[in-house]
Nanobody
Framework: QVQLVESGGGLVQTGGSLRLSCTAS????????MGWFRQAPGKEREFVSA????????DYADSVKGRFTISRDNAKNTVYLQMNSLKPEDTAVYYC?????????????????WGQGTQVTVSS
């Protein structure tokens, strides 16, 4: 079993930045893809960003391209989401997700493990 724990959420003004972290523990594999999703009140959980097992390949939702950057430190079993130029529409609970696999995955249905979520609130 794998546990994912997110941190780094909070309240920030429009145009500000936050960095989310997600650390995996338990029976992790070297071939462990990770991603970030978010869910705003009354909306479906949506894809934000994903990285493959090595960190050499990334994908982003159109709404965050150029503003968010995903990275990972495999020595620490941690994936990061650097969020810049934040907008009120970025307000949501952000979830870290993981699965064994070599690729990067953009569908929430492709992930096996989920963190508990961290709230990000962007004030206007």
């Amino acid at each position: 079993q794998v546990q994912l724990v997110e941190s780094g959420g909070g309240l920030v003004q429009t145009g500000g930045s936050l960095r989310l972290s997600c650390t995996a523990s338990g029976r992790t594999s070297s071939m462990f893809a990770m991603g970030w999703f978010r869910q705003a009140p009354g909306k479906e959980r949506e894809f934000v960003s994903a990285t493959n097992w090595s960190g050499g390949s990334q994908d982003y939702a159109d709404s965050v391209k150029g503003r968010f950057t995903i990275s990972r430190d495999n020595a620490k079993n941690t994936v990061y989401l650097q969020m810049n130029s934040l907008k009120p529409e970025d307000t949501a609970v952000y979830y870290c997700a993981g699965r064994v696999g070599m690729s990067r995955y953009t569908s929430r249905y492709e992930y096996t493990y989920w963190g508990q979520g961290t709230q990000v609130t962007v004030s206007s």
